[in-house]
C-alpha cells in the first residue's frame, strides 16, 4: 500500500533558522504529494501541494520539490518565526484510472517544530 | 463563510455508549472525509463520500457508520464505543476540479475519550 514517512521529531529551532523537514513516500503509481500545517487548537490547513515530478510547491516562505528519482519531498524554509511553531504532515493521495481523484490522502507522523526567539 | 464545523468539541463516553459526531460545511463541497488521529501518529481516512446518499469506506472503517443525506452534512456515528477509539476526529471537505488535486478544508476537530 501507500505510505508516508516523516523525519522523527520534535524539532525545535532559534527563531532565523533554517528549517528542513524530510518526507519520503511509497506509492504505486505518481501521487500528489501536500504539506499540511496544524497550529495549536485548530485543524489542519494546506500549505503547500506539487502535483508532478520536479514541480515546486511555495507558500509563505514554505517550498518543497517533488523529487520522483528520491521519491522524496522535504519541506524547507530558509528562515523560521515563532508564527511558525506547529505540527507538519506530509501527505500523498493518488488518482485512479482515468484520472480522477477521490482525494483520499495518506499522511505521514507529522513534525512538531518549536521555535523559540 | 464558517468552513467546516464540528460538534461536540470535547467528548467522554463510557465503553458500549454510541455517540453522533456532527460535521457540515457551508462551500457546497461534493467529497467530504473523516479521519481519525491517533497521538504522535497520522491522520487515517475512516470513511469519505463524494456526494449526497453516496459513502464509502477508507484505512479504518471497523466501529464506525456514516450517512449523507445532503451536502452540508456528514455525521460519524460511532456504536459500542471501545477505548481504542479514543482519538482526536476531523472532518473535512473538498471541491471537485476536473484534473486537479485541490485542497482538503479542515474541521477544528472533536477530541473524544472512551473509558
Known amino acids: 500500500g501507500n505510505s508516508v514517512t516523516q523525519m522523527e521529531g520534535p524539532v525545535t529551532l532559534s527563531e532565523e533558522a533554517f528549517l528542513t523537514i524530510n518526507c519520503t513516500y511509497t506509492?504505486?503509481?505518481?501521487?500528489?504529494l501536500f504539506w499540511y500545517v496544524q497550529y495549536p487548537g485548530e485543524g489542519l490547513q494546506l500549505l503547500l501541494k506539487?502535483?508532478?515530478?520536479?514541480d515546486k510547491g511555495s507558500n509563505k516562505g514554505f517550498e518543497a520539490t517533488y523529487r520522483k528519482e528520491t521519491t522524496s519531498f522535504h519541506l524547507e524554509k530558509g528562515s523560521v518565526q515563532v508564527s511558525d511553531s506547529a505540527v507538519y504532515f506530509c501527505a500523498l493521495s493518488m488518482r485512479g484510472a482515468g484520472g480522477t481523484s477521490y482525494g483520499k490522502l495518506t499522511f505521514g507522523q507529522g513534525t512538531i517544530l518549536t521555535v523559540h526567539p | 463563510n464558517a468552513g467546516v464545523t464540528q460538534t461536540p468539541k470535547f467528548r467522554i463516553l463510557k465503553i458500549g455508549q454510541s455517540m453522533t459526531l456532527q460535521c457540515t460545511q457551508d462551500?457546497?463541497?461534493?467529497?467530504m472525509y473523516w479521519y481519525r488521529q491517533d497521538p504522535g501518529m497520522g491522520l487515517k481516512l475512516i470513511y469519505y463520500?463524494?456526494?449526497?446518499?453516496?459513502?464509502d469506506k477508507g484505512e479504518v472503517p471497523n466501529g464506525y457508520n456514516v450517512s449523507r443525506s445532503t451536502t452540508e452534512d456528514f455525521p460519524l456515528r460511532l456504536e459500542l464505543a471501545a477505548p481504542s477509539q479514543t482519538s482526536v476526529y476531523f472532518c473535512a471537505s473538498r471541491e471537485v476540479l476536473a484534473g486537479a488535486d485541490s485542497e482538503q478544508f479542515f474541521g477544528p476537530g472533536t477530541r473524544l475519550t472512551v473509558l
Open positions: 462551500m457546497n463541497h461534493n467529497y
Open positions: 463520500s463524494v456526494g449526497a446518499g453516496i459513502t
Open positions: 506539487a502535483t508532478k515530478a520536479d
Open positions: 506509492a504505486t503509481g505518481y501521487p500528489s
